[in-house]
């Protein structure tokens, strides 16, 4: 575990009220300005898009196969539209389906 300093913002009384004794003279009331670029993205880096592609295989006879691509997969299917998530997990419960990244 890391030490690290956490600063929020909090409308009183709304969401905190004071200690009795305690002195708040030196606790900071500014409003923060907005981080540029938050620790969360420096570390995994932009988003994804949301969403799923599927690229529809068909070979031979029984159920259609098919592989699921993020939508900036280079290897998805262009102009295929976005599978949300609940559709995506049902297509993914077909025996012959992949997942691609």
Do not use: F, I
């Not at 909090?10 to 030196?26: E, I, K, L, N, S």
């Not at 259609?64 to 993914?92: F, I, M, R, S, T």
């Amino acid at each position: 575990m890391e030490a690290a300093e956490y600063r929020v913002w909090v409308r009183a009384p709304d969401h905190v009220r004071p200690v009795d004794g305690v002195d708040y003279d030196q606790v900071a009331t500014d409003r923060l300005e907005p981080s540029p670029k938050s620790a969360v993205r420096e570390v995994l880096g932009e988003r994804r898009p949301p969403g799923w592609v599927l690229a529809k295989v068909r070979e031979g006879r029984g159920p259609a196969q098919g592989v699921l691509h993020a939508p900036d997969c280079e290897e998805a299917p262009q102009g295929a539209p976005l599978l949300d998530v609940k559709h995506a997990l049902n297509v993914v419960e077909n025996p012959g389906c992949q997942v691609n990244g």
